[in-house]
């Protein structure tokens, strides 16, 4: 049963439509995030969520929102994509401090 | 603000060789410790982890020590395998901070030749 689960695990799409990408966790945490690798695999938190209230908002263009139903649940809805929105996006959960995170799998977003 | 460095890869070794990837941190707090490990097309997954000044973190043959006096977790294995190839990420916490913000460094890719 997968801790943490991302869908879709590839996106292709065409510049200037909106997608979205699902993230779910079992683990019963309180906290989850969003990070995006760019090719040259740095990886770079988006977003944090706390029991669905947002903790971190890093520099993240506006056209990037978070949305959270629930503890268990985080998703990224994209407007109007862009060529460099192309990255892996990462969703993960961690329970209280110290403890490190559980990763999803990736999503793989191609925009052409 | 929080960083951490990374030696830059790749790096290379034949099987059974010793490995030592390094890690140097900079935090105005104490940090708690972390190396994460990605095998090709998936995710991170935690290797090993350390909460406090010369706590040992050790897991499948890696270890890692949290030395505060030269700020430093360098990741070390006795005998590497092909399997052990992955890209290996360090990277740090503040448990004081107001978020459990994880910092990434920029990562070392590691090639293990038979």
């Known amino acids: 049963d997968t801790a943490v689960s991302q869908t879709p695990k590839y996106l292709v799409t065409q510049m200037g439509n909106d997608k979205s990408i699902k993230c779910e966790q079992n683990l019963g945490h309180d906290t989850m995030y969003w990070y995006k690798q760019d090719s040259k695999k740095f990886l770079k938190i988006m977003f944090s969520?706390?029991?669905?209230?947002?903790?971190i908002n890093e520099t993240v263009p506006n056209r990037f929102s978070p949305k959270s139903p629930d503890k268990a649940h985080l998703n990224l809805h994209i407007n109007s994509l862009e060529l460099g929105d192309s990255a892996v996006y990462f969703c993960?959960?961690?329970?209280?401090f110290g403890a490190g995170y559980t990763f999803g799998s990736g999503t793989r977003l191609t925009v052409v | 603000g929080d960083s951490v460095t990374q030696m830059e890869g790749p790096v290379t070794l034949s099987e059974e060789a010793f490995l030592t990837i390094n890690c140097t941190y900079t935090?105005?707090?104490?940090?708690?410790l972390f190396w994460y490990v990605q095998y090709p097309g998936e995710g991170l997954q935690l290797l090993l982890k350390a909460t406090k000044a010369d706590d040992k973190g050790s897991n499948k043959g890696f270890e890692a020590t949290y030395r505060k006096e030269t700020t430093s977790f360098h990741l070390e294995k006795g005998s590497v395998q092909v399997s052990d190839s992955a890209v290996y990420f360090c990277a740090l916490s503040d448990p004081r901070g107001a978020t459990n913000k994880l910092i990434f460094g920029t990562g070392t890719l590691l090639a293990v030749q038979p």
């Open positions: 969520y706390n029991n669905k209230e947002l903790i």
């Open positions: 935090a105005t707090g104490y940090p708690s």
């Open positions: 993960a959960s961690s329970p209280p």
